[in-house]
């Protein structure tokens, strides 16, 4: 046991804990709140490395059952090649691609319901029920319509993604009152001209809500899917060969490239909003 690292990491996240309070509890305003906003979780984050760093070389974890972040990052700049194939395979083929089937499929259904009572009634009952299911059951029956390529889980992530879009933008084009349609009949807006000025401006909120879960839905889906048969390559592959492996730094990196990916898609995807929905009480009230 290597009590002097382990001292050192506890006074480092104590005193950085110490100063992200003290950044919180100051009256700032303009550049200098955005920048303590901005420095306040990314110290959070440095002090949660040293405190894994020191805890893994102070107690001797073997590095199978938890390797430190500094063997990680060794791993990681050392293999980028793989990393990149992985990340190209999973996240740019499969990701992207579902994501943007599924959110749009679900987007244009979620129209037509909204024109049918009838397929308001019957599909949105099996949409929730499918949107139930196990990502784990759905990825082999996938794999084997679609074959092992990226194409299978494409299929995984449109199954995962669709529903929360379609249930999300029924609610959000059935959000607007009474007052606001009877309103837009007076200008004899029919039913097109009422969707586009009124009731999709008011579903927008829904919408980004169910874009934002599916960022990380598809990522999920895509990673899990590749669990049951891939080529050699990809982030699930890779995952799930190199525990095999005991190669479980490797791991570890893949694991954070996916979560790098992740949040720059989910951040993406919610500066998206905010510009599209500047005008909503909760953009309005983040706002400085």
Request: hydrophobic content about 60%; charged content about 10%.
């Amino acid at each position: 046991m290597n009590l002097s690292i382990l001292i050192a990491a506890i006074v480092f996240w104590l005193a950085a804990w110490a100063f992200n309070e003290w950044l919180v509890r100051r009256k700032l305003t303009g550049a200098a709140d955005r920048a303590a906003r901005l420095a306040v979780p990314l110290i959070f984050g440095i002090t949660i490395l040293v405190l894994w760093e020191g805890i893994v070389r102070g107690f001797n974890v073997p590095s199978v059952l938890l390797p430190p972040p500094s063997m990680i990052w060794a791993r990681l700049i050392s293999s980028v090649p793989t990393l990149w194939a992985d990340f190209r395979q999973t996240f740019l083929k499969s990701v992207l691609v579902g994501y943007a089937l599924g959110c749009g499929l679900g987007f244009l259904v979620a129209i037509l319901i909204d024109r049918s009572p009838f397929l308001q009634k019957g599909l949105l009952p099996l949409g929730n029920f499918v949107s139930a299911l196990p990502v784990i059951g759905v990825a082999p029956i996938m794999v084997m319509w679609f074959g092992f390529d990226w194409q299978s889980k494409v299929a995984v992530v449109v199954i995962m993604t669709f529903f929360p879009m379609l249930v999300n933008t029924v609610s959000g084009l059935a959000a607007t009152s009474h007052m606001e349609r009877d309103l837009m009949r007076t200008y004899a807006a029919d039913w097109f001209q009422t969707l586009v000025k009124l009731r999709l401006p008011a579903a927008w909120p829904f919408i980004f809500n169910a874009l934002k879960i599916n960022s990380t839905l598809a990522l999920i889906g895509a990673i899990v899917a590749e669990f049951f048969g891939t080529p050699i390559v990809g982030m699930g592959f890779r995952i799930s060969t190199e525990v095999g492996r005991m190669n479980v730094d490797m791991v570890w990196a893949e694991i954070a490239v996916a979560a790098v990916a992740g949040s720059l898609f989910y951040g993406a995807v919610a500066l998206v909003e905010r510009i599209v929905t500047f005008w909503h009480p909760s953009v309005r009230g983040g706002q400085a």
